[in-house]
Nanobody
Framework: QVQLVESGGGLVQAGGSLRLSCAASVSIFSISVMAWYRQAPGKQRKLVATITTGGNTNYADSVKGRFTISRDNAKNTVYLQMNTLKPEDTAVYYC?????????WGQGTQVTVSS
């Protein structure tokens, strides 16, 4: 199991920015695909962005052009830079190893965007 700790969430106004961090207990270089997910109130957890060891990224349509996923292998950390935040981005954000089946979820970090 890979332990993951999310941080960086908070309360921001619409149009603002936040950078989320995800610290992993193992070298993320050994994890082929890292991902950020989010779960809004009353909604299912959804995939937000992915990044591979090769640096390939993919984004949900709802965040494309506004969010950027990146990884720092030396720090065993994955980031999610969120710009031009919208109220609909409000959710608990989680990171996980998308390529590891059944890896447990962390506590996530709350992002609240006010209008």
């Amino acid at each position: 199991q890979v332990q993951l700790v999310e941080s960086g969430g908070g309360l921001v106004q619409a149009g603002g920015s936040l950078r989320l961090s995800c610290a992993a207990s193992v070298s993320i270089f050994s994890i082929s695909v890292m991902a950020w997910y989010r779960q809004a109130p009353g909604k299912q957890r959804k995939l937000v962005a992915t990044i591979t060891t090769g640096g390939n990224t993919n984004y949900a349509d709802s965040v494309k052009g506004r969010f950027t996923i990146s990884r720092d292998n030396a720090k065993n950390t994955v980031y999610l830079q969120m710009n031009t935040l919208k109220p609909e981005d409000t959710a608990v954000y989680y990171c996980n190893a998308a390529s590891l089946i059944g890896n447990p979820w962390g506590q996530g970090t709350q992002v609240t965007v006010s209008s």
